[in-house]
Structures are given as C-alpha cells and as structure tokens.
C-alpha cells in the first residue's frame, strides 16, 4: 500500500522559515492537502492541491511538489503555528502521512 | 458556514457495533462527499471512507469488511458503523466534508469536532 513519510518533528526559531516534508513514492504526479492540527482541536485544511492556499490562511504558508517529496514552508514562523501537520494524498483511498509535530521554540 | 457535528455513544463494549451519526448544518448535503476519519490518542489520522449523496460509497480497504456507512439527506445526517470492535478502535472520530481535487483525490475542508469512543468492557 502507499505510504506517506513524514519526521516526527521539526523544530524552528520565531520568525524564521520552517520547512515540513512528506515523501512517497512518484508523489510529484499526485495532489497533496496538508493540515494542520492544534492539541485538542480538528484538523485544519492549510494547503490543497499542493500550493493551494484556502481562504483565510496566512501567506506565510506556502507549498511546492516535486519528485517524490511535497514540502509545507511557514516563512515568518509565528508561535501560534506551532501544531501537528499532517499531509494527505489519494491513492486508490486516501493516505495520511504519520504527522510532523511543529515546535517554535 | 459548514458545520458539522458528531453524536453517538462514547463507550462501547468488545465485540459489538460501533454507531455514530454526523449532522450537516450551513450547507447541502446533496453535493460533496462526506467522510469518516479517526485518530487514536497521540497518534495520526485513518481515513475510515465516505459516501455520497447517492449512496455511493467508497471504504478504506484495511477495514472494509467491518465498516458500513448510510446517509439520510431529509435529516441532514450520515452515518458510521464499525461492527466488532476491539481496543484498536479507540479513539477520536472525525466527520469531515470531502470535495474532489481533479487526480481522483480528495480534500477535507470541513470537519466535525470530534467525538471519543472508547472500546472497553
């Protein structure tokens, strides 16, 4: 089955840029959503379609895809991004990465 | 606004059926997939499957055989059940809208608040 793999946990300094990979195989030729998820809380839509940026989330949160690893950068790290976040593909149902869990130290 | 929410028992014993039901409310449920995801304490999310307004309804392959959904569009609800459950399916339920994004995939733009079920005698 396809897996999706992400670090358990990055670490970033307030203000500067995080970076938040998900592997999988040829993941380039899927779309990847990332969501983001504060302790106790749903899951938060944060990206789709790889660099899709819903409404009402910050610019500092972009996306990229490309080979086998799609990458969530906050730039500006605030303290209020720090959550869990996990990424999601398709195929043939749908995949969730393990999670990241963000800390802005 | 979509919102949804989840109800049903939060205590179920070993070997029975697991029911929860999903509330639609601020939209249509006669467009869009709707899904069930789950997430064990302090671990990552498990796509259970959806339905959609038809009936039509696609399961998680790991648990296909345990896993039954329904929807009812007069009352604004779907629903999920898991039949002989184990310890294994503790945890916290998700009801989120899925809408598709053009590969055959899905996205999850809104979600239930979540309702724990814990499997114990």
């Known amino acids: 089955s396809y897996e999706l793999i992400q670090p358990p946990s990055v670490a970033v300094s307030p203000g500067q840029t995080a970076s938040i990979p998900c592997s999988g195989d040829k993941l380039e030729y899927r779309y990847v959503c990332w969501y983001q998820q504060k302790q106790g809380q749903s899951p938060v839509l944060v990206m789709s379609?790889?660099?899709e940026r819903p409404s009402g989330i910050p610019e500092r949160f972009s996306g990229s895809n490309s080979g086998n690893t799609a990458t969530l950068t906050i730039s500006e790290t605030q303290a209020e991004d720090e959550a869990d976040y996990f990424c999601q593909a398709w195929d043939r149902s749908v995949v969730f990465g393990g999670g990241t869990k963000l800390t802005v130290l | 606004q979509v919102q949804l929410q989840e109800s049903g028992p939060g205590l179920v014993k070993p070997s029975e059926t697991l029911s929860l039901t999903c509330t639609v409310s601020?939209?249509?449920?006669?467009?869009?997939?709707w899904n069930w995801i789950r997430q064990p304490a302090g671990k990552g999310l498990e796509w259970l499957g959806r339905i959609y307004n038809s009936g039509l309804t696609t399961y998680n392959p790991s648990l296909k055989s345990r896993v039954t959904m329904s929807i009812d569009t007069s009352k604004h609800q779907f629903s999920l059940k898991v039949n002989s459950v184990t310890a294994a399916d503790t945890g916290v339920y998700f009801c989120?809208?899925?809408?598709?994004?053009?590969?055959?995939?899905?996205?999850?733009?809104?979600w239930g608040q979540g309702t724990l079920v814990a499997v114990s005698s």
């Open positions: 379609r790889d660099s």
């Open positions: 601020g939209g249509s449920i006669s467009s869009d997939y």
């Open positions: 989120a809208r899925g809408r598709p994004t053009g590969d055959s995939g899905v996205l999850f733009d809104y």
